[in-house]
């Protein structure tokens, strides 16, 4: 569960990293290799995914937005 915007950051960062290993590894991998592993990237991509919108679609607490303006 992401509890600020820090931990967006890093779940933003993490999410590019997989996508980028899953690229990597659609150009690198046998066919049997591919199907075995990219299948594991994709769920941790989409889970993380939901994290960082179930977080950024919360509106911001009323003591916050005063802070903010």
Request: net charge negative; proline share 3%.
């Amino acid at each position: 569960m992401i509890s600020n915007d820090h931990e967006v950051e890093i779940s933003q960062q993490r999410i590019a990293q997989f996508q980028r290993w899953l690229a990597q590894l659609r150009r690198t991998a046998r066919l049997d290799e591919f199907e075995a592993v990219s299948s594991g990237y994709r769920l941790e991509i989409e889970r993380m995914q939901a994290e960082v919108l179930e977080y950024l679609l919360c509106p911001l607490p009323v003591e916050r937005e005063l802070q903010l303006a």
